[in-house]
């Protein structure tokens, strides 16, 4: 059996990248739509043939109750609403799969994961690198040591953000580049490593005079301390190019450029004084259609998910140290 999703806000990451991506999908498919603009419930609808009857707005949201054909929703609005639907679809009995940043605080975090427990439903975070294939290996590379055990992580994520949008506006973004993109550095970190930092140094480099930058952060770099010893050096940017990750062992590097991209990944490696590209194995299917299908599969054999809430939760614990790190200018500790 597939199970049916919900497809919460129909803007340019839900149209473009995982609507299409069903397609591929063996255990998952588009049941509903919710959205408040009613020219995308018609165009969408049509589209993925998702009748009148199974499209909504964020008035009738929790009509989805009563609609057994939704299993689950897919919660893909700025992420200031992430906690409140999520919320109120784990109310309505269904699975939940929310986008990343999980929500804008901890506080936030935890209360999503109490609404999912409560009502006996899941809870995952869109973190599709997961499910990619380069980012797979590059994790079990690094967690075995092919190029001897891991001392430095260096993490790299930004973009130059066009004005005149939600991104930049606090009340719904939660914060700037390191809600948005730089959450890619922090994540591989503790992907790449299997551990949580226990210590974060920030600092922020934001021109207020720029009008993108009235109330968001543009550049916040950070340090981590991992229990290892590994340290992590990262970079997210709103005003600069980046996407990429290294893994530097005791014996050489893996060198993710770019690392957490929709599609073109590279992988390159040094070990023995060579450098050389190297290949994951194929996957069936692509990250998106992987991220979709590995929800579908615990809702329906009971199967473990590698990103649950918690995963979501133990970034916002770490990405709140980073801000007040940057704001008090000193180190933080992270609390175990
Ligand atoms: P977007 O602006 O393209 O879409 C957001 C949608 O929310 C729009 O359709 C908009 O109409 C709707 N919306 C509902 N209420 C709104 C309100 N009060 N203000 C503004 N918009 C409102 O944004 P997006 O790029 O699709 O991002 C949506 C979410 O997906 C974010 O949490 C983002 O972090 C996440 N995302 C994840 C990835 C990834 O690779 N995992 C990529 C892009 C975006």
């Keep these: 059996r597939k199970i049916g999703y919900a497809i919460v806000g129909l803007g340019s990451y839900a149209t473009r990248q995982i609507m299409p991506n069903f397609a591929s999908c063996e255990h998952s498919r588009i049941a509903a739509l919710v959205s408040g603009t009613p020219e995308k419930l018609e165009r969408y609808g049509a589209e993925y043939g998702v009748p009148k009857t199974h499209r909504y707005d964020y008035k009738s949201f929790d009509r989805i109750r009563d609609n057994p054909d939704i299993d ?3 919660i893909i609005l700025p992420n200031s609403m992430h906690a409140e639907y999520t919320i109120r679809a784990a109310q309505a009995g269904k699975h939940v799969m929310c986008e990343k940043p999980m929500a804008v605080s901890v506080a936030e975090c935890e209360a999503m994961i109490a609404a999912c427990r409560k009502a006996g439903r899941k809870l995952m975070i869109g973190y599709r690198s997961r499910f990619e294939p380069h ?56 992907y790449l490593t299997g551990e949580e930092p226990v210590e974060v140094m920030a600092m922020e480099s934001t021109d207020r005079s ?58 390159r490696i040094r070990k023995d004084g060579q450098v050389a590209d190297r290949a994951p194995p194929p996957m069936a299917k692509n990250q998106f259609a992987g991220q979709l299908d590995h929800l579908a599969e615990a809702v329906l054999t009971g199967s473990p998910i590698i990103v649950p ?27 175990a």
């Design 72 to 74: 689950a929703v897919y």
């Design 135 to 190: 980012n797979r290996l590059a994790i079990d590379l690094a967690r075995s040591g092919f190029v001897g055990p891991t001392r430095v992580i260096t993490a790299e994520h930004g973009f130059p953000i066009r004005p005149d949008q939600w991104r930049l506006d606090r009340p719904l973004s939660g914060g700037g580049s390191l809600m948005d993109i730089g959450i890619y550095s922090l994540n591989a970190t503790r």
């Design 210 to 267: 720029d009008p993108r930058f009235k109330t968001v952060e543009d550049r916040i770099d950070f340090l981590l301390r991992f229990p290892s010893g590994v340290t992590a050096t990262c970079v997210s940017s709103y005003s600069s190019a980046h996407n990429q990750y290294r893994v530097i062992g005791t014996e050489g590097w893996i060198d993710m450029e770019p690392g957490t991209p929709y599609e073109g990944h590279r992988m």
């Design 309 to 335: 809430g918690e995963e979501g939760l133990a970034d916002l614990r770490v990405i709140e140290a980073i801000y007040r790190s940057a704001r008090e200018g000193r180190a933080v500790k992270i609390a």
